[in-house]
């Protein structure tokens, strides 16, 4: 199975900073490398797959990129409604797994 | 509007069996891969399980290999979860999610995920 590493695993930051999360996977992923953000009692929600493309109506300001093993979610002008948990998933091989998940705190 | 509702979760003793259901609705079912992910309390997203569009594919997380079935009813546009030989670490929200692409295979990110249904396995 491939495993996903993200960090950091939390981060403290204020609203209209800049936030980056990594995401490493143990073996290559290629582009097949997908970011969702879960707000507390929700369910998740798709954010961004094939490593930066953006889905339809999620906001300019998160933006994805990397390829390979090494990938990253950046959060330009961080908004009160980001704060949230974050997970990448591979969508490369099965079983389709999880990082452990960014916490993103104020 | 895409619509996930998941049910028949509760509390189960070890060794006992579950069935989840999900029920879809707002958009062509029998087009789209379904998927079972799971989270424990306070804990990550696991996924669980897998099945194409046409059921040619299933696909089980090791830690569920064995005892868990999936299915999928496409005249019913439901998706179900089996789960046999039920353990404590079983313990979870189990979500009912919708592969992002039309046809195709399970190597798909998930584009919509139901509110999920609590499974708690304890003596």
């Known amino acids: 199975d491939i495993q996903l590493t993200q960090s950091p695993s939390s981060l403290s930051a204020s609203v209209g900073d800049r936030v980056t999360i990594t995401c490493r996977a143990s073996q290559t992923v290629s582009r097949y490398l997908n970011w969702y953000q879960q707000s507390p009692g929700k369910a998740p929600k798709l954010l961004i797959y094939a490593s930066f493309t953006l889905r339809s109506g999620v906001p300019s300001r998160f933006s994805g990129s990397g390829s390979g093993t090494d990938f990253t979610l950046t959060i330009n002008s961080l908004q009160i409604e980001d704060f949230a948990t974050y997970y990448c998933?591979?969508?490369?091989?099965?079983?389709?797994?999880f990082g452990g998940g960014t916490r993103v705190e104020i | 509007e895409v619509q996930l509702v998941e049910s028949g979760g509760g509390l189960v003793q070890p060794g006992r069996t579950l069935r989840l259901s999900c029920a879809a609705s707002g958009f062509t079912f029998d087009n789209f891969a379904m998927f079972w992910v799971r989270q424990a309390p306070g804990k990550g997203l696991e996924w669980v399980s897998g099945v194409t569009w046409n059921s040619g594919e299933i696909a089980y997380a090791d830690s569920v290999k064995g005892r868990f079935i999936i299915s999928r009813d496409n005249s019913k546009n439901s998706l179900y979860l089996q789960m046999n030989s039920l353990r404590p670490e079983d313990t979870a929200v189990y979500y009912c999610?919708?592969?992002?692409?039309?046809?195709?295979?399970?190597?798909?990110?998930?584009?919509?995920w139901g509110q999920g249904t609590l499974v708690t396995v304890s003596s």
């Open positions: 998933q591979q969508s490369y091989s099965i079983p389709l797994t």
């Open positions: 999610t919708k592969g992002a692409h039309p046809v195709g295979g399970l190597i798909v990110p998930s584009d919509h």
